[in-house]
């Protein structure tokens, strides 16, 4: 039997619970309708007193969350979607980020952002938030882009003394399979080789990982091998294997579902350039969604993000280089 990524996401939820007492899950309709995406279904039957639904106020969320990381448990909150969570960005980013730089109290919270879009989803159900909250000291944020990563790395999550931010990508939710979890994982931090290649390095996280690897089999066809990095988490960002890939590569091609303006593209091109410009054949280059709200309309959101198709266009200029 397959395994989803919802499934990894619900099972690593319940092992959280089941092997720690401190762990309670907290967010809109978590409970007994089992979260807007089935992200907790059963498991307040199966977990009783432990597993509640909030209030639809992301601030007081968040507020309650803090509060009961300080006085020693290790909530997980689900907001419904990504997008809804700047609605809470206060508490986020002024009060869970810099608690334990001001006091010196650990704040052991995750929080669940679905992200990213859907056909049809339109501007308020499909943001890509990583960037914006990877901008602040003190939080880690994560994408994992595997079934094995979303299980394995949500129980990190938990265990971590730090917040959270975990994004979890919609599209993956019932698309992608696995015949089972993962017994061992890379540590948080760390990125994955999702792909050996020769000729350039695509590196993305999330979602785009997909689109970059089926890119990247285009590409073989034509004689060119990729290899694909998969960053995994965003913060912090594994410059050491994005280096040692462009080390064997030569050139850079960097693959992000969120608007380019200040984004994880950016900052890893800036990286890349100023740590290892002279492994450099090429100018490093980067593709993003386009610089304009997420429309609704299914033709024009396939236009609006990268795809594997725009994926291995770019490649092929930049491989022209």
Not at 33 to 62: C, H, M
Not at 101 to 115: H, K, Q, S, Y
Not at 189 to 208: F, K, N, Q
Request: net charge negative; proline share 7%.
């Amino acid at each position: 039997m397959s395994i989803t990524y919802l499934d990894a996401i619900r099972e690593a939820q319940a092992r959280a619970l089941r092997d720690d007492p401190r762990v309670f899950i907290y967010g809109q309709d978590v409970g007994a309708f089992g979260g807007a995406f089935k992200a907790t279904k059963n498991l307040a039957r199966e977990f009783p007193g432990r597993v509640l639904d909030a209030p639809i106020s992301e601030d007081a969320i968040v507020g309650l969350a803090v509060g009961a990381a300080i006085e020693g448990m290790r909530p997980i909150i689900e907001m419904q979607f990504a997008d809804f969570s700047t609605t809470g960005f206060n508490q986020i980013v002024n009060q869970a980020a810099t608690l334990y730089w001001r006091t010196n109290v650990p704040c052991p919270i995750t929080l669940r952002l679905p992200v990213g879009g859907t056909s049809g989803s339109g501007p308020f159900h499909s943001q890509c938030m990583e960037a914006v909250y990877a901008h602040y000291p003190g939080l880690i944020v994560l994408t994992p882009a595997t079934v094995e990563d979303a299980y394995s790395m949500l129980l990190e999550a938990v265990a971590l003394d730090d917040p959270v931010i975990f994004c979890e990508h919609k599209l993956l939710y019932r698309h992608l399979k696995a015949e089972q979890l993962p017994g061992e994982a890379l540590p948080v931090g760390r990125a994955r080789i999702a792909r050996e290649g020769r000729d350039l390095t695509m590196v993305a996280y999330s979602a785009m990982v997909h689109e970059a690897l089926e890119a990247a089999r285009e590409l073989s066809a034509e004689g060119w091998e990729i290899e694909v990095v998969d960053l995994r988490s965003v913060k912090p960002l594994d410059t050491d294997t994005v280096v040692a890939s462009v080390a064997r590569t030569g050139r850079l091609l960097c693959v992000g579902e969120a608007w380019p303006w200040g984004g994880v593209t950016a900052e890893i091109v800036s990286r890349v350039s100023s740590e290892g410009y002279g492994l450099l054949d090429a100018p490093p280059q980067r593709l993003n969604a386009r610089d304009t709200p997420v429309p609704y309309h299914p033709n024009l959101w396939a236009a609006h993000r990268p795809t594997a198709r725009s994926v291995a266009a770019a490649a092929r200029n930049l491989l022209r280089q």
